[in-house]
């Protein structure tokens, strides 16, 4: 056998193995990919009752429709990505916790004073530039929010 040839047939056998590993890791993580869609999260709107939304000024209510209601409010937007597992998952998770933690849908429910403490929050997340979330600004970039949207979330929360 000529130099070097034992080299080469074990680098191909070696490089059919891979590609034979390869070749079922594929398929697995398909299979796991479309098992996956099977296991759909809530993504529904509840009622909204009139009576108990939130009725800001329309300058106000125009920056926080754009920004904050698809999270904060029963008046979600589903978008496309959001059927897709693993990704539903995800924005299912974020709308569930911001509704549970401001809902201008239900913002009558709440008492006066946890009205102000939610008003003065909503501040200073807008303020600190934690909300709308990072992640959320990647697929939604008309939610961002310039000085001034900040400066008049802040003013008509009395801040």
Request: hydrophobic share 40%; with cysteine; glycine share 4%.
């Amino acid at each position: 056998m000529p130099r070097g040839l034992g080299n080469t047939c074990a680098q191909l056998i070696v490089l059919v193995q891979v590609k034979r590993f390869l070749k079922v890791v594929s398929w697995c993580a398909l299979a796991l990919f479309v098992g996956a869609q099977v296991i759909r999260p809530d993504r529904t709107n509840p009622p909204v009752d009139p009576a108990l939304q939130y009725r800001p000024a329309p300058e106000l209510e125009k920056i926080l429709r754009r920004a904050c209601y698809n999270c904060h409010s029963n008046e979600t937007k589903w978008p496309w990505y959001s059927n897709i597992a693993p990704v539903s998952w995800l924005v299912a998770g974020h709308v569930r916790d911001g509704r549970r933690r401001l809902n201008f849908s239900e913002w009558r429910r709440y008492s006066e004073d946890r009205r102000k403490v939610l008003t003065y929050e909503v501040c200073e997340a807008v303020e600190s530039q934690a909300m709308p979330m990072p992640s959320y600004l990647w697929m939604h970039p008309e939610a961002k929010l310039s000085d001034e949207d900040r400066e008049t979330i802040c003013v008509f929360s009395g801040q």
